[in-house]
């Protein structure tokens, strides 16, 4: 059965903090995608990636970083969190390729910044 | 450039049939997409359609394809409880998945 899954379902940290978001998937996909989940504006892509080491920018990826070392290991890093990135985070990963390729979805961390 | 619209809320009685409804831009998209989330969880996959179809019939569920007008619907028949959730749908672009914003469905015992 394949599997994305994320290192926390609920986290709460302080403004400024640095805070790590890790996403591990054990399909041997090639993509990982990170986005945000907000209530009235969908799923909104902050960033993904199509390699180890490469990275994209999504439409949101203002106040974001991330890292890819490991082909099945993508992390999410705020550099220094703010109140407006209190959402939902979801990371999903894809196979490359022209067939069907829909994305699988981990659970997803419910970030709290106070 | 690329967006993918849905009404937010749906409520239908249990029995009933749901249609969701969705609109999207980028006719290049070679695969639509229905995706539900359950309370607290991610999304998973719950139907698809290749660009060249018009409709597509899964048990419950029926998707219909409307190339010119770009519109994507998913009809849910005998609607049940269990079926609450958001339901989104996505087109495949180039390189990203776009994801309208998400319609919640109620379902009334």
């Known amino acids: 059965d394949v599997k994305v899954t994320q290192s926390s379902r609920y986290l709460v940290k302080r403004t400024g903090e640095k805070v790590f978001l890790e996403c591990v998937q054990d399909?041997?996909?090639?993509?990982m995608f990170w986005y945000r989940q907000d209530p009235g504006l969908g799923l909104r892509l902050i960033y993904f990636s199509y390699d180890v080491k490469m990275k994209e920018k999504g439409d949101i990826p203002e106040g974001y970083s991330v890292s890819r070392e490991k082909k099945e290991r993508f992390s999410l890093i705020l550099e220094s969190a703010s109140t407006n990135q209190t959402s939902m985070y979801l990371c999903?990963?894809?196979?490359?390729?022209?067939?069907?390729?829909?994305?699988?979805f981990g659970p997803g961390t419910r970030l709290t910044v106070t | 450039g690329e967006d993918v619209e849905q009404s937010l809320f749906l409520s239908v009685r249990e029995g009933d049939s749901s249609v969701i409804n969705c609109t999207y831009t980028d006719s290049s998209s070679t695969y639509l997409y229905w995706y539900k989330q359950e309370p607290g969880a991610g999304l998973q996959l719950l139907t698809y359609?290749?660009?060249?179809?018009d409709m597509k019939q899964d048990q419950r569920l029926t998707v219909l394809l409307n190339k010119k007008d770009k519109h994507l619907s998913l009809r849910i028949a005998d609607t049940q409880t269990g079926d609450s959730a958001i339901y989104f749908c996505a087109e495949k672009g180039t390189y990203k998945y776009i994801f309208g914003t998400g319609t919640r469905l109620k379902v009334l015992a």
């Open positions: 399909m041997d996909h090639e993509n």
């Open positions: 359609i290749f660009s060249n179809m």
């Open positions: 999903a990963s894809t196979v490359v390729g022209t067939g069907r390729n829909e994305q699988y």
